[in-house]
């Protein structure tokens, strides 16, 4: 499987916020075997949430994309997806008995506050709704577009709900060498051409070495490819 990961927001642009969702996404993603192709950040223009939908949604098996829902004016995720499929907006009944349970559950905390459900609950047609049990904004999924809230605790909360819907073959290993990166990159080539695996070199200035990771979704080739790289190179660990 080939997901792509699309986040919305101005303040993530703007540096106000940290993108944390797209490193938890892929890290939840590539753990299950799942090849993240794109990470992609967009503004709250609904005209380019609506193209990299569309465009994201054709090239790859999945697409997650988090941030923008809510009714404030610059949450237009559920109105982007839903132009990018073609379908109107409607209350979800499902979502809808949610935001009313939730908002009827905080209400002696938030006396004063005034949400329109129906609006909260309003999703692109024929969608299937994600309950959001961390917080009020519902998410859904729209053919092979999964939609998360943006607060890092609710999306975190939603994907659990959906996790077993991504999976692939994909599998990675590490070889740690003390070598520099420049005296590597004859055996980083070899060992790519020789076992058709994908190659990284990562240096970690702290730890005092460099991470070589070899990605593939042929394990016998992976295995060997691994063993190969940490006999060839100095101080492999």
Sequence with gaps: MQAALLTVGDELLAGDTENTNATWLATQLTDRGVS????????????????????????????????????????????????AFDRDLAVDDLALADVERTLEAIAGEYPDLDVDAAAEATLPEGSRPLINHAGLSPGCVVENVYVFPGIPSEMQRMFEEVEAEF?????????????????????????????????????????????????????DALEEAEAWLAANVDGAE
């Excluded at 990470?39 to 949604?57: C, G, K």
């Excluded at 790519?192 to 042929?218: I, M, W």
């Design 167 to 219: 999976s692939g073959d994909v599998e990675s290993r590490f070889v740690y060498t003390s070598e520099p990166e420049a005296s590597l990159l004859g055996r980083l080539d070899e060992v790519h051409e020789r076992f058709g695996v994908a190659v990284g070199c990562y240096p970690e200035q702290e730890s005092g070495h460099n991470r070589l990771k070899l990605t593939s979704a042929d394990t």
């Design 36 to 83: 993240v192709a794109r990470i992609l950040t967009v503004p709250d223009d609904e005209s380019v949430i609506v193209e990299a939908v569309r465009r994201y949604s054709d090239a790859f098996d999945a697409v997650i994309v988090t941030g923008g829902l809510g009714r404030t004016p610059d949450d237009l995720t559920m109105d982007a997806v839903a132009a």
